[in-house]
């Protein structure tokens, strides 16, 4: 079965000064897999997510994403991905509604195209009584599910996401990670960071970033297997004790 490939990365490297925050990565998510990139604090997956997305050129190797090269192409990157940053991007004094119309603004989506959608959004997420409230009033969980929905209100073939669902409680977690599967069925490829390690549970592979290097990359059941753990909590902690590199 040929399957399509959204990211591609080979031995993608990033040096900040005489420090290498990401040590030559290599790896490829397909199309519609949720793929989890997990690592301690400072392994080095922001660095390497904001290189695929664009956002930060490599010091060496090749990556390609929906098929646009990291180098040449970040503009075409930026258009066909979504991404939900650790501080993301939603405007407190902004509304919901505003919120959305800005994003979706942004990618040239005509009016008709975000009314409907707009319209739609609010009802998928409970949230029609809040659309003209400030974002700055809704409460955490909410907030995080209307960044995820801004983030793929493009209808982009990835979305990136760098621990959406941090200090909210495990219910609205579980709901989040709803709505992600949900995007995955629609053939959306999901990138997901999270430290939180049921969530790792939840993705079709895993991999696991370590000094900046990919320690370890399979299925979680495949992990859980070969490193001889009980859970995806005890694979990391195998992994994760070799660390060197210190956290901020
Ligand atoms: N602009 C920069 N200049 C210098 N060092 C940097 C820069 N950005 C990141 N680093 C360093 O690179 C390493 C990897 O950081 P990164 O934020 O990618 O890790 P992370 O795995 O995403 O961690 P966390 O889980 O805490 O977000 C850290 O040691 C960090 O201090």
Redesign the pocket.
């Known amino acids: 079965m040929s399957q399509n490939i959204a990211i591609k990365a080979d031995q993608l490297t990033k040096h900040?000064g005489a420090?290498t925050?990401v040590d030559g990565i290599s790896f490829e998510v397909q199309q519609g897999e949720i793929f989890g990139f997990l690592?301690a604090?400072?392994?080095?997956?922001?660095?390497a997510m904001r290189m695929l997305c664009g956002l930060s050129i490599p010091t060496s190797g090749t990556a390609t994403v929906a098929g646009f090269d990291v180098y040449k192409q970040t503009e075409q990157i930026k258009r066909n991905i979504g991404y939900m940053s650790?501080k993301f991007s939603l405007y407190e004094d902004l509304t919901v509604k505003e919120n959305i119309r800005f994003y979706a603004g942004i990618y040239g989506k005509s009016d008709a195209f975000i009314k409907e959608k707009t319209a739609y959004l609010l009802q998928e997420l409970h949230m029609e009584s809040e659309a003209n409230k400030l974002v700055r009033s809704l409460p955490l969980g909410w907030k995080q599910k209307l960044a995820f929905s801004v983030a793929i209100f493009h209808e982009p073939g990835i979305v990136f996401l760098d621990e959406p669902t941090g200090g909210v409680d495990p219910v609205t977690r579980r709901e989040f990670w709803n709505m992600i599967y949900q995007a995955a069925a629609k053939g959306i490829t999901v990138f997901v960071t999270t430290h939180y390690m049921d969530e790792a549970e939840y993705c079709n592979r895993v991999s696991i970033?370590v000094d900046g290097r990919i320690d370890a990359l399979d299925t979680p059941r495949e992990l859980k297997r070969s490193l001889q753990a009980s859970s995806m909590d005890e694979v990391f902690l195998k992994l994760a004790r070799k660390a060197k590199?210190n956290?901020?």
């Open positions: 900040f420090f925050a690592g604090n400072g392994a080095g997956k922001t660095t650790q970033m590199r956290a901020d």
